[in-house]
């Protein structure tokens, strides 16, 4: 049986214009300057302006309940639209009339990039120096087009034939491609490409290096005991090879110069990291002073063009149905300016404001640069103070950085959980951390701690943590086990 029956209930819906915003929010300088090319290239109603000018007034647009019923999918009667809201009687806008206190740092300048040969494209050219036949010279360059960024070759001879014969109609051996790779490929620069380990990468670096005892010596250990030495079981190896601490710690000094990647070594394939900072803080007389990165306070405005031809509309007598298409795209095209030149404006107060807030909750830090005075602080401390929700803190310090006095720091690596220490007091993990790092780089490399040893120093230390934790934290910095720390 079917019946009807009215139920009412509570949603929640995100307008376009506050997933606009969100979207610009989480994006850091660089890609909301990539952003904002983006909508001035697909909004002509939308400007923007090469001079140092304020141009965001927001008394120029209609209030955000003007247009945050609107979803872009209602239909918009021309006759319906008050032509008046789109116009300005003053020759000069305002925006035009505002100034700001941006400095000439804050321009955009690019710096040219040199055109750079890839790291295969510089293999292949070597392979120009060695004389082939037509055949050895596809199944060479077959090769080093397996070979990863890495420099590693870590396909099997077996797929490569079968790879050549069924996709380029290469018909070889394995003997073949064996003797083009350690005769060709393992002769390329830098060393040790071409290698299927890293034994055989250590080895052919090795080979080309020029002869001594410690090489020598060196080439012995990696090839003949090359588990022990990744063990660091170095009592071994002064037992096997008769030989004294100081000529085995020679071979571990020339081990260490070789690189575990020869492909990363190569510069053509290094791709240049510009971080750009988005907040900067400065220490002026003893006080914190933050600013906002200029590039995100872009220069925009609606456009006097369009404004004009809807005065043109106004102004006309005769209203055809073309015309009448025409204002409700120019509309469209204006609403979509403003709604964007709002949610800007927008951005720029969420980032001032949710960073003003870290930088006084770790005011302490920011005014000497003592890491031990980072406090401990997650996103709900900030999102109290300056009463935004959990998610849009995240979004601001996501992949944002701050320029301070002490180097170019990521902002969610202020934030850490608290522990408490023998006092009962709150104290970062950050600083229980850099604590740790100290302790293990004080310690004797001849017989580095183990991580309960290190739980008791920072235990002594007034820190009361676990074994496990101490792993944990360990890990997070990047360091190995003690065995792995050992030196002679």
């Known amino acids: 049986m079917l019946k009807q029956n009215l139920q009412f209930k509570l949603s929640q819906k995100l307008s376009p214009q506050q997933i606009q915003l969100m979207k610009l929010i989480q994006l850091p300088t660089q890609a909301f300057e990539q952003r904002l090319k983006e909508e001035l290239v697909e909004n002509p109603a939308l400007e923007g302006s090469t001079d140092q000018e304020e141009l965001y007034e927001k008394e120029e647009f209609d209030s955000q309940d003007d247009y945050d019923e609107y979803d872009g999918n209602e239909s918009i009667e021309a006759d319906d639209i008050n032509i008046d809201e789109y116009l300005s009687d003053d020759e000069i806008p305002d925006y035009k009339l505002a100034a700001n206190n941006y400095s000439d740092d804050d321009d955009d300048r690019e710096s040219p990039l040199a055109a750079a040969v890839s790291f295969h494209q510089d293999l292949l050219n070597q392979l120009q120096t060695f004389i082939l036949n037509d055949t050895e010279m596809e199944v060479a360059e077959f090769v080093v087009g397996s070979i990863d960024d890495d420099g590693y070759l870590r396909r099997s001879i077996q797929d490569m034939v079968d790879d050549m014969a069924f996709t380029q109609g290469i018909y070889t051996d394995e003997k073949t491609v064996e003797r083009i790779l350690k005769s060709i490929i393992h002769e390329l620069e830098p060393s040790g490409v071409g290698a299927r380990d890293l034994q055989e990468c250590l080895l052919l670096q090795l080979k080309h290096k020029t002869p001594t005892e410690s090489i020598a010596l060196a080439t012995r250990i990696i090839d003949e005991q090359f588990d022990a030495f990744t063990k660091k ?29 020869p492909g990363g070594s190569f510069s053509g394939s290094r791709v240049t990291e510009n971080i750009v900072p988005d907040f900067m803080i400065r220490v002026v007389d003893g006080e914190l002073e933050l600013t906002l990165n200029g590039r995100n306070a872009p220069t925009l405005h609606v456009s006097r063009d369009y404004q004009e031809m809807l005065q043109t509309y106004k102004d006309s007598r005769d209203k055809s149905a073309a015309q009448k298409d ?58 109290d103070m300056v009463g935004l929700d959990i998610s849009t803190v995240s979004r601001v310090a996501n992949s944002k950085y701050v320029e301070t006095p ?83």
């Open 233 to 261: 079981h170095y009592e071994k190896l002064l037992t096997k090879y008769s030989i004294s601490q100081d000529q085995l710690k020679k071979v571990i000094s020339e081990i260490e110069k070789l690189n575990p990647k």
């Open 326 to 383: 025409a204002v409700q795209f120019i509309k469209q095209k204006l609403d979509s300016a403003k709604w964007f030149i709002d949610a800007i404006k927008q951005r720029q107060e969420t980032l001032f404001v949710t960073m003003n807030a870290i930088m006084h909750f770790q005011y302490d830090y920011f005014l000497e640069g003592d890491e031990l005075k980072i406090k401990p602080m997650i996103l709900k401390d900030i999102a």
């Open 406 to 488: 002490y180097g170019t720091k990521l902002i969610k690596e202020f934030f850490s959980e608290a522990m408490k220490n023998d006092q009962g007091e709150d104290v970062s993990t950050l600083e229980i951390k850099k604590i740790l790092k100290t302790v293990i780089e004080d310690e004797d490399k001849s017989k580095p701690l183990p991580d309960d040893q290190l739980a008791e120093i920072l235990k002594e230390k007034g820190y009361p943590i676990a074994r496990r934790t101490i792993a944990k934290y360990r890990e997070q910095l990047d360091i190995p086990v003690a065995r792995m720390r050992k030196k002679i």
